[in-house]
């Protein structure tokens, strides 16, 4: 099926209008982007993406796919990309970010490749297709935890961010064990803001796995793993 091209030029022409090309400097410098910006803030780009996104709502997985990827491939400034990561968590699309999803999550994780593209894709394409498919997602989740990409390992550390009382705690272990040996900031970071993030839903799981994993774990991990924890 094909894109919704009207949402794609509505996009557009929306953060043309809304541009500020002393902050775009800024903001690409500030995130070491290629790509250059339009100098949209984020509460800004929400405030405008909104009304587009109700007017818009993907009527199936196919329109879904094809105008996130649109938006995705074929962006010019950041913002679209962000745009198109806002698609890929428009409510309507609920059902669709499932199993079937991973190979647009993986285009969309190796291609972005940086932080304020990954984490939100991990976090809310992958974990929750994790919890909505758990035996389809989970064989691939324990495949990109050694995968040669270093943003595949990091979504497979930190997709259940966010999933309270619903992590899957042997598939979180496996992850970070993969993981716990590369000195790489955004693995190490990645590992202590899973394990931070869990602590709030069992405390005493996460101080055993600081104790168990010993030295091996960074420093840098077991700060953010242990930072809203009082001692045992």
Not at 177 to 192: Q, S, Y
Request: aromatic share 6%; net charge negative.
């Amino acid at each position: 099926m094909p894109a919704d091209l009207a949402l794609v030029e509505g996009v557009r022409h929306a953060l043309a209008e809304a541009a500020d090309p002393e902050r775009a400097v800024g903001q690409q410098a500030y995130m070491k982007s290629v790509m250059p910006y339009r100098g949209v803030t984020l509460p800004a780009l929400w405030k405008l993406l909104r009304p587009l996104l109700a007017e818009h709502p993907p009527g199936s997985r196919a329109d879904w796919e094809a105008t996130v990827r649109e938006l995705w491939d074929h962006a010019a400034f950041r913002e679209e990309r962000y745009a198109a990561t806002a698609l890929v968590q428009h409510p309507a699309a609920k059902p669709w970010r499932d199993g079937e999803a991973l190979p647009l999550a993986r285009h969309l994780i190796v291609t972005g490749a940086w932080w304020d593209h990954v984490d939100e894709l991990a976090v809310h394409l992958v974990g929750e297709a994790l919890r909505a498919d758990p035996d389809v997602v989970r064989p691939v989740l324990v495949a990109w935890a050694t995968d040669d990409e270093l943003w595949l390992r990091r979504t497979s550390v930190m997709c259940q961010v966010g999933a309270k009382g619903d992590v899957d705690v042997a598939l979180l272990r496996l992850a970070i064990e993969a993981n716990v040996d590369d000195r790489t900031f955004w693995l190490r970071k990645a590992i202590g803001w899973a394990l931070r993030d869990h602590a709030r839903a069992d405390p005493d799981w996460v101080r055993a796995e600081v104790a168990r994993l010993g030295d091996r774990l960074s420093g840098l991990s077991r700060r953010e793993a242990l930072k809203h924890l009082s001692p045992a």
